[in-house]
């Protein structure tokens, strides 16, 4: 598409609106249907399912992680359409795009409900004053409940505060992956128009000020060729490349000075460069070298920056050191401290919920966000970029009140389970001083269950939860809000095997060690002392000895040892073992491994922590 044309586009009207919903009920398979229905995709181009869930996690785990934008041309009207994260842990990026826009979508599955995530990405949309408009999708479902659903929404409405004009919302009804949708469940499935033409009708165009180039930096990215992006909407003025801007900070100190080098523009899934952005574009600008997200980009006259919205404090925090292990730097490029520093603090730039602190021995960062899956997400991606890292115990963010008093998260979860698990549910939710609001039939012989738990008391539950209901259990969580400290929660009941040497595990030593308790390594894995190797049937820790061998006689030969059977290894993923270990444990990555390790590998000293530890208290 040529610069001349892109150009004459810029004169249509146009409409800025972000697609809000729960993980999994169809945002980004959404943005597919609308894409092809405008044409945006050229014909003959091939493109994945998904195809706006880029990051290779995001596929892998079917969520969508980072917000993006892509833009689409209906009619006379160019639509610019923001895909943001459904998961409550990315909410960083929910807020900060909810400031772009005019209007969202509010994409609700027809058999669940409203969730968790719909409430939080609904209460954000609320706030920003938006009018969203209510889509009720997958109506195809067998066990679809459209019209009850529905109800539900408008009493999520009512119960978040939503004003006269927010609750008078339109609705649609269809099925994004069959790619239709209408006014009625029943409606004629005639293609995505009726959606599209009603985002014209009811999303007011962008509204802009007079005055000088103004733009918030809502998201941040690296280009290998462009250097350093920022993306947001233009507030006021118009940009051009080669134009001297200036980064102002929240506060208004002047971050920077720099001359634009590129103004991006969103066309279906590619950005193209365009010879202008006008108020009330979403465009892309680079050549700056140090101006972040929450930064106001703006003309050299400009002094006071654009307002940025309070982003939610973190509630979880772990810590970050390196790898100190006998293995270290075998699997791994990149094990100094120094570059996991630069790793994290370039992560913080771009990500407003995370906040990073460094240790007094700067071998150690302190990382705290909004939950354990944003943080499993970053160690998941630092490890395929070749880090080397151990994490400690997540740890909740506490905070005290007016009055001194300890405050600590509260998350309302969401089950939905089988009848016959119902009463485990509750008893492990509530042995974890969790507190039942809400029981009720979700059909289908299941049962939705609500609690409101403190954020520690999760820490580790989800792996319980599948083993507990045979793994039909969905468990959902958002955060609540912060209330008195509940007391002690039970910890892990069980303690842990530990390796007394170095070396490869014996088959032979594995089948003898299988009473003691649960192994986590196969044959052939190279242990260490202090790594754990498999948790205790009992509560307290015991050192073993996984490299002993059958002693031979000329009776006895080595080959009788191929003939052991063994119970295959208990494997972790990330998340389980991040929320499996204990105070005085951690978790060792690697980019080929996980393995679990005492802090202290030496016995010794390890006791004498112990002993030090219990005259202390």
């Known amino acids: 598409m040529g610069g001349a044309h892109i150009k004459a586009l810029m004169t249509k009207t146009l409409r ?44 892998e785990r079917g969520i969508t992680i980072l917000a993006k934008v892509t833009s689409l041309v209906w009619n006379d009207a160019r639509i610019n359409i923001v895909d943001t994260p459904g998961h409550a842990d990315f909410g960083g990026e929910v807020e900060r795009i909810l400031n772009m826009v005019d209007g969202a979508l509010l994409l609700v599955d027809a058999a669940e409900g409203p969730m968790p995530q719909t409430k939080f990405v609904l209460t954000k949309a609320l706030a920003a004053g938006l009018k969203p408009i209510v889509v009720i999708n997958k109506v195809d479902k067998g066990d679809a409940r459209p019209d009850y659903v529905l109800n539900e929404v408008f009493d999520l409405f009512a119960a978040l505060g939503a004003s006269e004009e927010q609750l008078d919302f339109p609705v649609l009804y269809g099925s994004a992956k069959q790619g239709w949708m209408a006014e009625t469940p029943q409606g004629q499935h005639q293609g995505i128009d009726a959606l599209l033409d009603l985002v014209v009708r009811h999303v007011n165009a962008p509204t802009t000020e007079e005055g000088p180039f103004r733009m918030l930096a809502t998201t941040l990215e690296a280009d290998p060729f462009l250097g350093r992006i920022l993306t947001g909407r233009v507030r006021s003025g118009e940009i051009k490349p080669g134009q001297t801007v200036k980064a102002l900070s929240r506060k208004g100190d002047v971050v920077e000075n720099f001359r634009v080098s590129k103004v991006l523009a969103f066309r279906g899934l590619e950005r193209q460069p365009i010879d202008k952005g006008e108020a009330g574009d979403i465009v892309a600008l680079a050549g700056m070298s140090e101006a972040t997200v929450a930064d106001t980009l703006a003309d050299p006259e400009v002094t006071t920056p654009i307002a940025a919205h309070p982003i939610d404090p973190p509630t979880l925090s772990m810590s970050f050191r390196i790898n100190d292990g006998p293995l270290a730097g075998r699997e791994g490029s990149k094990v100094q401290s120094r570059v996991i520093r630069e790793r994290l603090l370039r992560e913080a730039e771009g990500n407003v919920a995370l906040k990073i602190t460094e240790s007094t021995d700067k071998d150690a960062f302190e990382v705290a966000g909004r939950g354990e899956l944003q943080l499993a997400i970053l160690i998941e991606t630092m490890r395929r970029e070749g880090f080397e890292l151990t994490i400690g115990k997540p740890r909740v963010v506490n905070r005290t009140d007016e009055n001194g008093e300890a405050l600590e998260p509260i998350e309302e979860v969401t089950v939905d389970v089988d009848d016959e698990f119902s009463g485990v549910v509750i008893d492990k939710l509530s042995t974890r001083r969790g507190e039942m609001v809400q029981m009720q039939p979700s059909g289908g012989g299941r049962t939705r269950i609500v609690f409101y738990v403190p954020t520690r008391g999760l820490i580790g539950y989800q792996p319980e939860l599948l083993s507990d209901t045979r793994g039909t259990a969905i468990m959902n969580r958002v955060f609540h809000e912060w209330q008195p400290w509940r007391g002690e929660i039970p910890s892990r009941q069980r303690g842990v095997l530990i390796s007394n040497g170095t070396g490869a595990a014996v088959p032979y030593a594995l089948f003898n060690l299988q009473d003691r308790g649960s192994m986590m390594i196969g044959p052939g894995e190279a242990v260490y002392p202090g790594m754990i190797v498999g948790e205790h049937s009992r509560g307290n820790d015991l050192e073993v000895n996984v490299l002993k061998g059958k002693q031979l006689t000329n009776i006895r030969s080595a080959g009788k040892d191929d003939a052991v059977l063994l ?9 389980q073992a991040l929320s499996y270990i204990a105070e005085d444990e951690l978790v060792e990555i690697t980019p080929q491994s996980i393995r679990l390790r005492k802090a202290i590998l030496d016995p010794n000293d390890r006791k004498r922590a112990e002993r030090n530890k219990k005259d202390a208290a």
Request: hydrophobic share 40%; net charge neutral; no cysteine.
């Open 16 to 59: 800025n609106i972000a697609i809000i919903a729960h993980v999994d009920h169809g945002k980004t398979t959404l943005i597919d249907v609308l894409l092809k229905s405008s044409g945006s995709f050229r014909e003959g181009l091939r493109v994945a399912e998904r195809a706006m869930d880029s990051n290779a996690l995001e596929r």
């Open 567 to 575: 119970t295959p290894p208990l494997k972790l993923s990330l998340e």
